[in-house]
Structures are given as structure tokens and as C-alpha cells.
């Protein structure tokens, strides 16, 4: 007798509290990605200490980044920040040269009202410095989202293409109707408009996902952010954009209505599957024909085997922390893993529709329901429900790895995932080795406990 499914997907919301890093955990990856920045906190020593133990390994890369601790006369409003501030940048610039300064906002200047938009265009003009302000604080759902306020106020920044869109169609058909080294080295691609990129992704996986569109015939005109702040990509009206990370929607919307860009609306670039669909949606866009994309994805599938004999079958539970839940959950549904729970802290629907999508069309070919997805989960009622439902694993925020292990329950931390390189057909492997590492660990824990047993002669 076949058992119906219920393919239907809906999001429910509880009201529990947002456990989860604060925002200015960002310039930890930022300030690596764009080499030539400096970024400000500015904010209470509360900020510097979670700054000094979040990127405190990295104290020997000599990391450019600092704090402006405010005292409590400035919370009083009895100093002036805008001579406190400007001392400090003028000694950045006179120390590192850098071509950009990112300050970034927190609870405190929020709180007390500090105008960081009303002096940074004056402290600018005096230094002759770009200065961006992001308001990176405690307020946004997760931690991941303090990427999303400095791309979001780094677009404003962007050139504008330097012809109009009439123009740039005609002189690339003139391009095309001559013989020319031009032509030589469009050849390679197809005609299509310009194409930005936004997330901020390692070099080596940028050049991995650029070489992918390649393949099929499709040029990124550049990167949000750039490896430089000088290298930013032009965005206006004719530009298409697309997002390789599940928490960039307030970047997204700042593209659309404010720099007049189109968006594709695409699952992201996780894993072989997402890969495979974030090309496809590109390329129906552009009117290109996607090639050999199922025999690719089919190779990278049957090179993971020996990670997939571990998973398939294994139960995973998500608590909620990073926003890259519904995209590794979809993976993992595909690498025949059971997912009992989605919880997520925010939920975008117009910006991961694509991937909504792909988790349903995964959910109905792997033959499973679509898991329950929970937005902004109460803890306490998730730790009923994983009492209950036991998983094999649960992927948590740091604050509960360690309740949940001493109750027998293998945890992964989400924020391992936001560190690790896991975009692109390529680096599915590393992708299933964070997730197997503690599946692995308790079976050969319970392994070591069954041959002391044996050995000790013990019945039960």
C-alpha cells in the first residue's frame, strides 16, 4: 500500500528570543575578503571583550580592525564624537593607508542615537577617505546578517556603468559585427548583460564559481564585495545580480529599488544540487543553453559515496542561527538524511523562494515530507521536541552544544558552517565531512564502549 506524502510546505512562527552571535562578528570574514578596508566598531567594551574572544586566533594574521570604546561620558553625551572619531581615523589612515573605513555601528550607538551617518560624508570630505557606516548590531536576526548591512551600504558606492543601456547593447553588436581581437575575446561567451555577483566567498571559491558559469558560456562582470574596494563592480539599470548566500536580503532589496538592478531569483550554490540549479536559473535568464550540468553533478554525487553510506538514513534536527538552514537542510534531504525540524530565526519568503522551491521538488523526489520549517523557535519548546524526536544529530548554536551532548544528543555547531568553505559542486566533500565528523565521532565512542564491555565480560 503507498503512503501519501504531504508535499505541502508552510512556515511556522513560535516567539522565542534570537540565540545567536552578535552581528559585529562580521568583520572576522569581511575585513580577510576586502583587503584594502579598515573597519570601526564602534561601541562599549562589551564589544571589544566579544570581538578579543571571537577573532583572537587570528591575532597573529594582524588584523585590520579596532575599536572606539565609548565611556560613559560619551553615553552621556557629554564628549563629542565626532573629534573622537576623527582622531581615530586620521591615525588609521596615517598607520594602514587603507582605500575604505567600515564603521560599524552597535546596540550602543543605536541606543544613545549617534548620528555615524551625519559625521561619516563631513569626517570624509576632511580625510579624504571613504567612509561607510553599517549599523551591524545585536537588533538584526542573526549574526550573519552584519554581512548583509555593510554590502547593503557598500552598493551605494558602486560606479555607475560607465554608457547607458541603449549604448552598451549597440557597442556590443558592433563588437560582434567585426573582426577584432574584441570579438576573439567575447567569443568564449555568450551576448548577455552584465552580470554582479553578492556574498562574500573565499578567493578560491570565487574563482571556482566563475569557472562554472564559464562553462556555460556566462561572464561574471565582478563581485560584491570585491577583493578590493577600488575593484567594486558597476550595478545600474540593465544590470542582472544574483546571491550566492541565504542571509543577503536587505542587500538584495538595496539593488533592486535603489540601484535599479535585475534580480535572479535562484536557490543558492550550496552543495551539487543547488550548484547544479543556481546555473540553470542563470542561464534560462540569459537565454543560454545549460550543458553537461547533469553528468557534472552526477560525477560529484558518485565521488561522495563513501560519505553518503554514513549519512543515509541518520535524522538531523536544526535549531537555528546562521539563515543557511533551509539550504543545508535541502542538501542533506538529497544526501538521504531525515530532517525532523527546520528552525531558522527570519525567514525572507521572496528572497529564498527559489530555494523554498528546491527543497520541495527534493523533498518529493527523495520521497520524504517536506520538514516542518520554524521561524523565530521558542528553545524551550525544540528541546521538548528533540526529547521526543531523538536525531542522530542536532546542528545548534554554541550556547546549547554542550546541554544537548550531556543529554546524549550529537551536536554540530551552525557557525562552522558560516567558516567553512561549503559553496560550489567542489567543495561538497568538506560540506558532508563538518556534518559526519560527530556522526563518526559517537559511533566509534559507542564502538570503543561495546569492546570494553565484551572484554570486562559485562551483561546487561
Known amino acids: 500500500m503507498s503512503v501519501k506524502i504531504d508535499e505541502t510546505l508552510t512556515v511556522e512562527c513560535e516567539t522565542g528570543n534570537y540565540h545567536t552571535f552578535c552581528p559585529i562578528s562580521c568583520v572576522s570574514w569581511l575585513y580577510q575578503k576586502i583587503e584594502d578596508s579598515f573597519f570601526l566598531v564602534v561601541g562599549t567594551k562589551t564589544c571589544g571583550y566579544f570581538l578579543q574572544n ?37 591615525r588609521i589612515r596615517r598607520d594602514r593607508d587603507p582605500s575604505v573605513i567600515i564603521w560599524i555601528g552597535t546596540c550602543t550607538t543605536e541606543i544613545i542615537k549617534m548620528d555615524l551617518e551625519g559625521m561619516a560624508p563631513k569626517l570624509e570630505w576632511e580625510i579624504g577617505i571613504p567612509i561607510l557606516v553599517a549599523r551591524a548590531n545585536g537588533l538584526d536576526y542573526a549574526f ?68 562554472e558559469l564559464r562553462r556555460q558560456s556566462i561572464k561574471v ?6 577583493q578590493r574596494y577600488t575593484d567594486l563592480p558597476s550595478l545600474g539599470d540593465g544590470v542582472y545580480v544574483c546571491g550566492v548566500n541565504p542571509f ?7 539593488l533592486i529599488r535603489r540601484e535599479k538592478c535585475e534580480l535572479i531569483g535562484a536557490p543558492f550554490p550550496i552543495g551539487p544540487d543547488g550548484t547544479r540549479a543556481w546555473i540553470e536559473k542563470i542561464c534560462s535568464v540569459f537565454g543560454v543553453e545549460a550543458r553537461g550540468l547533469e553528468e557534472r553533478e552526477d560525477q560529484i554525487w558518485e565521488s561522495l559515496k563513501d560519505y553518503l553510506d554514513l549519512v543515509r538514513g541518520k535524522s538531523v534536527f536544526f535549531m537555528g542561527d ?30 529564498q523562494a527559489a530555494e523554498l522551491a528546491l527543497l520541495r521538488d527534493t523533498c518529493t523526489r527523495m520521497c520524504v515530507p517536506i520538514p516542518r520549517i520554524v521561524e523565530k523557535p521558542d528553545n524551550s519548546n525544540q528541546i521538548r521536541r528533540l526529547r521526543e524526536l531523538r536525531p542522530d544529530l542536532a546542528i545548534t548554536g554554541m550556547a546549547h552544544a554542550n546541554p544537548l551532548e550531556a543529554r546524549g544528543i550529537s551536536t554540530k555547531w551552525s557557525v562552522e558552517f558560516t567558516f567553512a568553505q561549503i559553496h ?20 566509534n565512542l559507542e564502538h570503543f564502549g561495546q569492546n570494553t564491555l565484551v572484554r570486562k565480560n559485562i551483561k546487561f
Open 424 to 443: 560550489g559542486s567542489a567543495n561538497a566533500r568538506d560540506l558532508l565531512e563538518l556534518v559526519t565528523r560527530p556522526l563518526r565521532r559517537q559511533s
Open 322 to 351: 546562521n539563515l543557511l538552514e533551509v539550504s543545508l537542510a535541502r542538501f542533506l534531504i538529497r544526501c538521504g538524511m531525515i530532517v525532523h525540524e527546520i528552525g531558522i530565526p527570519y525567514m525572507d519568503k521572496r528572497y
Open 144 to 211: 550573519t546578517q552584519g554581512e548583509d548591512t555593510v554590502l547593503a551600504a557598500m552598493a551605494h558606492r558602486c560606479p555607475e556603468p560607465e554608457f547607458p543601456l541603449r549604448e552598451r547593447k549597440e557597442m556590443k553588436q558592433k563588437v560582434l559585427a567585426f573582426p577584432s581581437r574584441e570579438k576573439e575575446k567575447l567569443h568564449e561567451y555568450a551576448n548577455h548583460p552584465s552580470l554582479v555577483l553578492f556574498g562574500s566567498l573565499p578567493s578560491n571559491v570565487v574563482s571556482q564559481l566563475n569557472l
Open 248 to 254: 543577503l536580503s536587505r542587500t538584495a532589496t538595496t
Open 221 to 226: 562582470s565582478g563581485w560584491l564585495p570585491a
Open 54 to 90: 571571537a577573532l583572537g586566533v587570528m591575532i597573529f594574521a594582524e588584523p585590520r580592525y579596532a575599536m572606539a570604546e565609548l565611556e560613559e561620558g560619551d553615553i552621556s553625551a557629554q564628549l563629542n564624537d565626532y573629534e573622537g572619531l576623527k582622531r581615530l581615523c586620521i
